[in-house]
């Protein structure tokens, strides 16, 4: 897991290219973007969201085998829980389509991230991430969430 601020995407040009395009698409958002998918390019896209955040998301923490997230709420702040997969036990099992496994029982290791307000956090296949809590009260977001698929 990477957690930064916006102002540093020029740090993850050399690590990613895909990776810095999905930054740089988050970067020039406008907070007026429309709800919906955009293609950045062959091997990224960016989901434009909105919903209230929770104070426990039920499903626990989502990995992906295929995509790295990038994920930024462009308005508002939310909490994501994060720990490494390894030992986790199975939740809800692999969704191929969607290319996601829920878990629980997060290790020692689980920590919080707060995104939003410049600061994105980037999950890797080995990141579990538990997203949509509240960080202060319940709110609506808008978020991007940029999927680059490995």
Same mark, same amino acid.
């Given at each position: 897991m990477i957690l930064d601020k916006i102002q540093h995407i020029?740090?993850?040009?050399?690590?990613?290219? &895909? #990776?810095?395009? =999905? $930054?740089? /698409?988050?970067?020039?958002?406008?907070?007026?973007?429309? $709800? =919906? *998918?955009?293609?950045i390019s062959e091997k990224v896209k960016a989901f434009v969201t909105e919903y209230e955040t929770v104070e426990n998301f039920e499903r626990? /923490?989502?990995?992906?085998? !295929?995509? #790295? &997230?990038i994920q930024y709420p462009i308005s508002g702040y939310e909490r994501i829980k994060w720990s490494p997969i &390894?030992?986790?036990?199975?939740n809800i099992p692999y969704d191929e389509?969607? &290319?996601?496994?829920f878990y629980k029982s997060p290790s020692e290791q689980m920590t919080? +991230?707060?995104?939003?307000? *410049?600061? /994105?956090?980037i999950f890797f296949p080995q990141d579990g991430h538990g997203p949509q !809590?509240?960080?202060?009260?319940?709110? $609506? #977001?808008?978020?991007?969430?940029?999927? +680059?698929? #490995?």
């Open positions: 020029e740090t993850y040009k050399g690590v990613s290219p &895909d #990776i810095y395009k =999905g $930054l740089q /698409f988050i970067a020039s958002a406008d907070k007026d973007i429309k $709800l =919906g *998918e955009y293609t626990g /923490f989502e990995a992906h085998k !295929h995509e #790295i &997230d &390894d030992n986790m036990e199975i389509k969607k &290319d996601r496994t919080e +991230v707060v995104i939003g307000n *410049e600061y /994105f956090a !809590h509240y960080f202060k009260e319940k709110e $609506l #977001i808008k978020k991007i969430t940029v999927k +680059v698929y #490995i």
